[in-house]
């Protein structure tokens, strides 16, 4: 299977773990310029902008382990554009979602990455 292919299935996991606990997930893929985020969901008033990460084995370590400041200040701009062009006015924040093996189970939810 491609990567791009694991990595979808990998997200849409990661949106219906989110979705059982009371998320609404209102963008997947989420891409302007220069930004990018998986998914972005909200619960409460809070939206949270969600990085996946899948390893279809823990080898090479947690996937968790490969969100680097590179990809932090992606997200962090995909959140402030996203803010900016929703004219968001309640909170948000960043978190991140490990998806592993051929069943793709979600393995860990950080609610708040930074």
């Known amino acids: 299977m491609s990567t ?4 979808h299935k990998a997200e849409r996991a990661a949106a219906g773990y989110l979705e059982m606990r009371g998320f609404s997930v209102m963008e997947l893929n989420w ?7 998986d998914i ?16 279809a084995t823990d080898h090479q370590g947690s996937g968790l382990d490969y969100i680097t400041t590179n990809k932090l ?3 962090r701009l995909g959140a402030e554009l996203w803010v ?3 004219k968001w006015r309640g ?3 960043l978190a991140a979602v490990e ?6 189970i979600v393995e860990h ?3 708040n990455i930074l």
């Open 40 to 55: 972005i969901a909200q619960k409460d008033d809070t939206v949270f902008f969600v990085e996946v990460k899948y390893r």
């Open 4 to 7: 791009t292919n694991s990595g």
């Open 91 to 93: 909170q948000y924040q």
């Open 109 to 111: 939810f950080i609610d």
């Open 73 to 75: 200040n992606k997200m």
């Open 31 to 37: 891409r302007r310029s220069r930004a990018e985020v």
């Open 84 to 86: 900016a062009e929703t």
């Open 99 to 104: 998806v592993a093996g051929r069943d793709y």
